[in-house]
C-alpha cells in the first residue's frame, strides 16, 4: 500500500498534471510488479493545507483510476491547524464520486477528530487512525473497537510530532489489550 501526496512535494507543475503524475506513478508500480512480484494499491493524499478546491479536484481525478492501481483517497496533514470540521464538506463530495477513503486522525489536535472522521466516513469507508495523541481516552477505544476501525500507528511519526515523548510511553500493548486492529507502519521520511 502506497499512501501519496502528489500536490503536496511538488510532483504536480507546470509540467505535469494530476492526472500524469498518477499515471506515471501507476506505470512504475506495474513495472515493478512485473519484474519483481510485488502488488501494489494506491491511496491518494489530500493534504489539510490544501484549499477544499485543490483536494477536491485530486480526488477527482484520482477517482478515475479506481480499481486501475488507486483504491481510496485520504486526508492527511497537520490536524491540529486544520480541524476535520473544515473537511466535512469535501468527504461528502468524495462519497458521492464514489472514491472510498482513509483520514488520518487521532495523532494531534482534538480528539473530537476522530468523531467526526468517523461520522464523515459512512459505511463503506474505514477511518484509520495515524497516531494514537488525545484519540487513546476509553470512550475513543470504545468507538474504534466497537466499529472495527484500524488503528494506523506511526511510531517514527509520533515520536516527531510529540503525540508521544518517549519509545517507552508508546501504547501498542495497552491497544492490542483492548482488542484493538493495529497495524504498525512508517509515516514520515
Known amino acids: 500500500m502506497l499512501r501519496f501526496a502528489l500536490h503536496h512535494f511538488f510532483h ?3 509540467q505535469m498534471n494530476t492526472e500524469q503524475v498518477i499515471e506515471s506513478l501507476l506505470n512504475g508500480l506495474e513495472k515493478g510488479k512485473k519484474d519483481f512480484g510485488v502488488e501494489y494499491n494506491v491511496i491518494t493524499c489530500a493534504m ?3 484549499s477544499a478546491k485543490q483536494n477536491y479536484q485530486m480526488i477527482k481525478t ?3 483510476f479506481l480499481g486501475r492501481g488507486v483504491c481510496a483517497a485520504d486526508l492527511a496533514g497537520a490536524e491540529a491547524q486544520y480541524p476535520m470540521t473544515e473537511f466535512m464538506e ?3 463530495q468524495t462519497k458521492k464520486l464514489g472514491m472510498p477513503f482513509t483520514i488520518h486522525a487521532g495523532e494531534c489536535g482534538n480528539a473530537q477528530n476522530i468523531v467526526d472522521a468517523n461520522r464523515s466516513r459512512g459505511k463503506k469507508n474505514r477511518t484509520w487512525y495515524c497516531g494514537i ?3 487513546h481516552e476509553e470512550d475513543y ?13 506511526c511510531p517514527i ?14 501504547p501498542i500493548k495497552e491497544f492490542l489489550n483492548a482488542g484493538l ?5 512508517t509515516d514520515n521520511r
Open 62 to 64: 484520482a477517482c478515475q
Open 90 to 92: 469535501l468527504f461528502e
Open 12 to 14: 504536480v507543475s507546470e
Open 181 to 185: 486492529l493495529v497495524s504498525v507502519n
Open 133 to 135: 495523541g488525545e484519540g
Open 141 to 153: 477505544k470504545k468507538l474504534v473497537k466497537e466499529r472495527h476501525i484500524g488503528v494506523e500507528i
Open 48 to 50: 489539510r493545507h490544501h
Open 157 to 170: 511519526s509520533n515520536l516527531q510530532t510529540k503525540a508521544v515523548k518517549r519509545p517507552e510511553e508508546y
